[in-house]
């Protein structure tokens, strides 16, 4: 894949990069620098990525490797803090900005406290992964991927409902 | 269940945190730290050869000639100290496409390699010292006061020297703690979920 191949790839799969570092790191100066780290691991992994293997997975992989390195690097678990508005897309509609923040900023906060394998199962499937894709892209067998994202679920629902 | 917590709208809430995303200036910044990356490891190489071409002429023309080992001790030290960062820098390469077991294991793996490494290249530094200590007795005692004001010297820059290694030596050696620390913490998770998802 060449450079101009490379950014199309970015230009695609960005949004999801950035929603799924967001999911790991809420600090805009931190999660720009793990955002330039996954850039980077991609960049460096490209070569092994097979033609035939869906490239959202590989992303997604990548990009989940590089944010589990992130948590492993960091000096302590850092609390929750606030998701910095720059994270939403702002439209000509203030009201409508302020309740996609609230529940933006509600569902990560849940996101946040689910175990490891279940985060990364559940954020893929809500990007819109189907389970065999979120299989491939964790290295993980598909019944394993139903049975978390099915606890997942419930243990999220739990958490928001305490958010309520 | 609220309906707004349905699958489908926490679906829709989680797209809507698509953000503007600058392309551009990602893929700047990424290729920036790559050069200095590729910058870091170049000098590295670099820096090898040089003091062992340096260390050689010591061994040979100097009065580290006179059959002491310490020029051979401390070419070992300089690869040592180039290669093992270099090889715990490489492993990581192919560490990006694994799945997050494998990664962890590794991640767990370097640390404790990264925890050995930090005990080596104190503990040779210490050795040349050792070794080299005999050496700078013998010129204060026997050499003139030209010969004794370079043994101060000498001693003052390895003070200074092993002091920074100690310094770098605890503050890698923490790191290292700290992420092998991490990394078993998210595999017992990690292998908790699978023991709960069976």
Redesign the interface.
């Known amino acids: 894949m060449d450079n101009k191949g490379f950014?199309e790839m970015?230009?695609t799969n960005?949004?999801m990069l950035?929603?799924i570092a967001?999911s790991y790191e809420m600090q805009p100066a931190a999660r720009?620098d793990l955002?330039?780290d996954i850039?980077?691991?991609l960049?460096?992994?490209l070569p092994?990525w097979r033609r035939d293997a869906s490239v959202r997975s590989?992303v997604a992989?990548?990009a989940?490797?590089?944010c589990?390195?992130h948590?492993?690097?960091?000096?302590r678990h850092r609390h929750e803090v606030a998701i910095d508005e720059?994270?939403?897309?702002h439209s000509a509609d203030p009201h409508r900005d302020a309740v996609?923040h609230q529940?933006?900023e509600r569902?990560?906060h849940a996101l946040r406290r689910l175990?490891?394998?279940?985060r990364?199962a559940i954020?893929l499937a809500?990007?819109?992964f189907s389970h065999v894709e979120i299989a491939d892209a964790?290295?993980?067998k598909v019944n394993?991927v139903d049975?978390?994202i099915s606890?997942a679920?419930r243990t999220?629902?739990d958490y928001?409902?305490e958010r309520? | 269940?609220?309906s707004?917590?349905s699958?489908e709208n926490?679906?829709r809430?989680?797209?809507?945190?698509?953000?503007?995303?600058d392309?551009a200036a990602?893929?700047k910044?990424?290729d920036r730290?790559?050069r200095r990356m590729l910058i870091f490891t170049a000098l590295d190489f670099i820096a090898a050869p040089i003091f062992t071409v340096l260390l050689v002429w010591m061994g040979v023309h100097s009065r580290f000639g006179d059959g002491s080992p310490a020029p051979w001790l401390l070419i070992a030290l300089v690869w040592v100290a180039t290669l093992v960062p270099a090889w715990l820098r490489f492993s990581t390469?192919?560490?990006?496409?694994?799945?997050?077991?494998?990664?962890?294991r590794l991640?767990i793996k370097r640390a404790r390699t990264g925890m050995h490494f930090v005990w080596i290249v104190p503990l040779l530094l210490f050795f040349a010292y050792a070794i080299m200590t005999p050496m700078f007795s013998q010129m204060w005692t026997q050499g003139d006061a030209a010969q004794q004001r370079a043994v101060v010297r000498s001693m003052v820059a390895n003070s200074v020297v092993c002091g920074a290694v100690i310094i770098w030596a605890i503050w890698y050696g923490r790191r290292q703690w700290?992420?092998l620390r991490?990394?078993q913490a998210?595999l017992k998770?990690?292998e908790?979920?699978?023991g709960?998802?069976?």
């Open positions: 950014d970015l230009a960005g949004p950035v929603r967001a720009e955002l330039q850039t980077l691991a960049w460096r992994a092994q590989f992989r990548i989940h490797n590089r589990v390195n948590i492993v690097a960091q000096k720059a994270v939403i897309d996609n529940r933006y569902l990560q175990p490891l394998g279940h990364q954020t809500l990007e819109g964790l290295s993980v394993t049975a978390r606890r679920r999220l629902h928001l409902e309520t | 269940m609220k707004r917590d699958w926490l679906m809430d989680w797209q809507a945190g698509s953000p503007s995303f392309i990602l893929r910044r990424a730290k790559r390469l192919n560490a990006d496409t694994m799945g997050a077991v494998g990664m962890l991640t700290r992420k991490q990394a998210l998770q990690w908790q979920d699978i709960d998802d069976q």
